[in-house]
């Protein structure tokens, strides 16, 4: 049994971001799980740039991000075991893995779950059709094409304009393939604007929005797909349907946490976001479990991902050393998301623990123009702040301050909701 002060799990920019964290704030005893050969996770295969504006502040690839944290953890000298899968986690805080060395069994005094996310597969989307070569997610495609060096097909068609998705158009683009469209099912784009612009419009490939993907055609390979219009119940409008011949569909519908091992642990997670429920200090429901990154929500930006994780890892550290109040007395303040606001992170606030501020960050249902993001403390209003365009692609926000919370002493909840 070994015995580690904060165990992570996943050595992806959360879980770099999060050791860092925790030994900058005085943990010696750090310990980075993680299952694949090489730490860095997702971004070893992101190698556009438009990394690191944030962190940084210079633009970087997805590897070169990736190696700025690596070189920390190196020099600080920060274990990690490579190879390594995590089998699975108690509430007490015990870890069971496996590597070519045999089981490993662990007891840590805190846990940062940091295992990322996975794309939705085909079948989760029931596409009627048969089934051939040359349907994949669009990160599998970005994996072949950027580290094995395989192009999926020549004549390409994605589905949903998720950020991945609109990234590959433009990849598979360069690289000499035909894209064809990125149909897009909601009235408006997953990705970020910019992503649209510069992968998209920028090298004139069409974006059909409001429509779906209705039947597959091919076999063995893919030979074409029928693509349709869709009401405002996203049902496909008869009459509508397109068929557009390609040999490769790429499916970017949508990215879901990691959170298997995390239901081990019994932690409680959101309907909303696949993620764990967290409080301001992003501890689960079990004490002294932690969670950062895409496994809690999914980020825009893999800046937020590093300082979101940064501050796990520094509470983390202060739970070993039992800094911390815990708010299982009731303590907290309850977060409501309304109005347009899907879901706000962190759920709860103690404000005995709120040294300075909380940053709580939140998505949109839908796109919204000149409106009002506005804030409320109980009944009373106090922030309001005018938004020329709110997307769901993009997340938002607001910045909770430790003086409200003296000017509302007693309050049980904060409102974050979308207003004329």
């Not at 995590?86 to 509430?91: D, K, P, S």
């Not at 040999?247 to 879901?256: A, H, N, R, Y």
């Not at 893999?302 to 050393?321: I, L």
Request: hydrophobic share 40%; charged share 25%.
């Amino acid at each position: 049994m070994m015995k580690i002060d904060v165990a992570i799990i996943g050595g992806g920019p959360a879980g770099l971001a999060a050791a860092i964290g925790a030994r900058r704030a005085g943990i010696q005893n750090v310990l980075i799980l993680e299952r694949e050969a090489y730490l860095g996770g997702i971004l070893n295969q992101c190698i556009h740039n438009g990394f690191g504006l944030h962190t940084f502040k210079e633009e970087l690839t997805g590897p070169e991000y990736a190696e700025r944290y690596v070189l920390q953890i190196e020099e600080m000298g920060i274990p990690y075991m490579l190879n390594t899968m995590v089998l699975n986690i108690t509430r007490d805080k015990k870890i069971t893995a496996a590597n070519s060395g045999g089981l490993l069994e662990i007891e840590a005094g805190a846990v940062i779950l940091a295992m990322g996310c996975r794309e939705r597969p085909r079948g989760a989307l029931n596409i009627p059709g048969t089934r051939p070569v040359g349907v994949y997610t669009a990160g599998t495609a970005q994996k072949y094409v950027n580290l094995d060096g395989y192009m999926p097909g020549k004549e390409v068609v994605v589905l949903g304009s998720g950020d991945i998705g609109l990234i590959m158009a433009r990849r598979l683009t360069f690289e000499g393939a035909k894209v064809r469209a990125v149909i897009e099912l909601m009235p408006y784009s997953g990705g970020l604007k910019r992503n649209i612009v510069q992968c998209l419009d920028d090298y004139g490939i069409p974006l059909k929005l409001s429509h779906t993907v209705t039947e597959i055609k091919g076999a063995p390979r893919l030979a074409g797909v029928t693509v349709a219009q869709v009401d405002e119940n996203r049902k496909p409008i008869p009459g509508t349907e397109e068929y557009i011949p390609c040999d490769t569909l790429l499916l970017s519908v949508g990215l879901i946490p990691e959170n298997e091992l995390s239901k081990s642990a019994d932690v409680l997670l959101s309907d909303i976001t696949g993620g764990a429920v967290v409080n301001e200090r992003l501890e689960t429901n079990v004490e002294g479990i932690f969670s950062c990154g895409n496994v809690l929500h999914v980020h825009d930006l893999v800046d937020f991902v590093s300082e979101e994780s940064e501050r796990a890892g520094e509470n983390a550290a202060q739970y070993v050393r039992g800094e911390h109040l815990s708010n299982k007395d009731g303590g907290g303040v309850r977060l409501l998301a309304t109005n347009g606001v899907r879901y706000t992170v962190p759920f709860t606030i103690d404000p005995r623990n709120v040294k300075d501020k909380v940053d709580v960050r939140f998505r949109v249902d839908n796109v919204y123009r000149d409106k009002y993001v506005s804030v409320y403390f109980g009944d009373e209003r106090e922030q309001r702040r005018r938004r020329m365009i709110l997307t769901p692609g993009e997340m938002e926000t607001v910045v909770i301050k430790k003086e409200m919370f003296l000017k509302y002493p007693g309050v049980k909840t904060i409102t974050v909701t979308i207003e004329e």
